[in-house]
């Protein structure tokens, strides 16, 4: 059976205040994967209820960025969702989010300014933004959110904790391909040696946990042994980045809390990843 699928605002609003059970939310933005689907997966065995959203946010990208592109296909999303045997799908339509004179945003300041916040400025302050408005039409106990949006996660946890909302952000590990490749709607953007090329995020990965075994601790001499990693298959650096996994301090000295952050341009496609430097 089809998820029941919800198109207004106050439709979801009225059904989720009323329901005395425990709800899981997971939000996405469509053109579902093994990734968004292992969320679902982890939220049907915590939940009583599930719902999912598609929303493809236009207040996240940039004039530049691929909004028009992005992918879609609704009737495909719906039906993995019915074999999931998720309860409700929200729908919404833009228009519905942010109405004729909309002027209200919300801003994290700090853990969003850094990694993809320096190369995309707008971007958290619509994450944000949008994701406050799901979790006050839903009010969801839980909220499932892959590790690959790691900055994202931090983000939304500040956000919750200091506007006083009680959702609970639940992460989850990031699925990959057989090859190590971390899943996502824009992989599809990748074409011929461009998917090889793009293995290059995951292989620094690799590289640094071997070289961080083999005893090196320090930023400054993986760095470049990373950055050549990823100009030799035709990766163009926004960032790589050492950071703490609990607050995103930057890191000289590696330790086992150390986390590694990617972001690489493959062709027209913008990738990122992220990893503990050890298993």
């Not at 990843?273 to 298993?279: L, Q, V, W, Y």
């Amino acid at each position: 059976m089809l998820p029941s699928v919800i198109n207004s605002v106050l439709e979801m609003q009225c059904l989720t205040r009323k329901a005395d059970t425990i709800l899981g939310f997971v939000p996405t933005m469509g053109f579902l994967h093994k990734g968004h689907l292992s969320l679902v997966e982890m939220a049907k065995k915590q939940c009583d209820i599930v719902i999912v959203s598609i929303f493809v946010n236009p207040s996240q990208f940039a004039p530049t960025e691929d909004l028009d592109n992005y992918p879609r296909d609704f009737d495909r999303d719906l039906k993995l969702l019915a074999e999931l045997g998720v309860d409700y799908v929200f729908f919404p339509q833009t228009i519905e989010m942010y109405p004729p004179g909309y002027s209200t945003w919300v801003t994290v300041e700090g853990v969003s300014e850094v990694l993809c916040g320096k190369s995309r400025p707008e971007h958290f302050k619509g994450v944000s933004t949008i994701v406050c408005k799901l979790v006050n039409i839903v009010n969801p106990n839980y909220m499932y959110m892959g590790e690959k949006d790691f900055q994202q996660i931090a983000v939304l946890k500040r956000m919750l904790l200091d506007l006083n909302l009680e959702t609970v952000i639940v992460p989850c590990p990031i699925i990959r391909e057989d090859d190590g490749l971390a899943m996502s709607s824009r992989n599809k953007y990748l074409v011929d040696q461009q998917r090889e090329d793009a293995l290059c995020l995951y292989r620094s990965i690799q590289h640094t946990r071997t070289r961080y075994q083999q005893g090196c601790r320090t930023a400054d001499e993986l760095l470049p042994e990373i950055e050549q990693i990823i100009t030799e298959n035709n990766g163009k650096i926004d960032y790589i980045e050492f950071r703490t996994a609990d607050d995103l301090k930057p890191v000289d000295q590696l330790d086992k809390n150390t986390r590694l952050f990617l972001a690489v341009q493959i062709g027209n496609t913008r990738l990122i990843d992220n990893a503990f430097i050890t298993i």
